[in-house]
């Protein structure tokens, strides 16, 4: 079985053991991976040779893909079928696609706030993870811009349901998460500093709090939102 791991680095294993992938190879690897869906191999070949014209980078692509295919004797990691290229059928699951869909299914709320509060924590572990760390291109970039935003959101969103539902030591840890992807970002400090409240936690509380004024005061020359001042205040220091 071909395993293909996209977070928090691309690892590509087979029958369960990391094997080493040339870099060109690996690219295409990984732009496919990012696809749900197979991508037009006019597409593909564009992306790895810009300025290459169009039916040379073709047969480069050609070329590429045999490669790829004959790294192991009796698996094929890449398909072509109808001018389209995809991961094949003996490629496992891609592990950005599950955090994909527990992003969505916080985000879309089709997850209850019962269910949120039942779950092992390590169903949200996907939220706290980067993807293709190290990497550079322009699509890998998009890729890390967007997977982060998704996550803040999801990760924030997720802290403030399982505070109400009074799990107040794991809506403390997703904030947290969320304040390492954007340090600006008040939501997730406000989770966070009313966690420590529910805890009895003043010092604690008003530390975070502090700590972020000064922040955004330094940064941003701003003050925090009237609803932080007001959630402030009913710290008892």
């Known amino acids: 079985m071909i395993d293909i791991q996209l977070m928090p680095s691309f690892q590509f294993t087979h029958d369960q053991r990391p094997q080493p992938v040339p870099d060109l190879p690996r690219t295409a690897i990984v732009l496919v991976a990012l696809e749900r869906h197979p991508m037009p191999r006019a597409t593909l070949a564009a992306r790895l040779w810009p300025d290459v014209p169009e039916v040379p980078r073709l047969k480069r692509l050609r070329n590429l893909l045999w490669r790829i295919n004959h790294m192991f004797p009796h698996e094929t990691v890449l398909t072509v079928s109808q001018g389209r290229v995809g991961l094949s059928g003996e ?23 019962q269910e949120i509060a039942d779950s092992p924590p ?12 190290g990497e550079s291109s322009d699509q890998v970039h998009t890729l890390q811009t967007e997977w982060n935003h998704t996550r803040l959101l999801a990760l924030d969103a997720l802290a403030a349901v399982l505070l109400a539902a009074d799990n107040t030591l794991l809506s403390i840890e997703m904030a947290v998460a969320a304040t390492k992807i954007d340090h600006l970002h008040e939501s997730p400090y406000r989770t966070v500093t009313a966690a420590f409240l529910e805890r009895n936690d003043n010092a604690t509380a008003w530390r975070v709090y502090q700590e972020y004024a000064r922040f955004i005061g330094t940064e941003l020359d701003l003050t925090p939102s009237d609803e932080y001042q007001a959630l402030a205040a009913r710290i008892k220091v």
Not at 122 to 133: A, D, F, M, N
């Open 122 to 133: 390590e169903r949200w572990q996907p939220l706290k993870t980067p993807v293709l760390v």
């Open 91 to 113: 490629a496992g699951g891609v592990d950005l696609y599950t955090a994909w869909d527990v992003a969505d299914s916080v985000l879309r709320q089709t997850l209850s706030k």
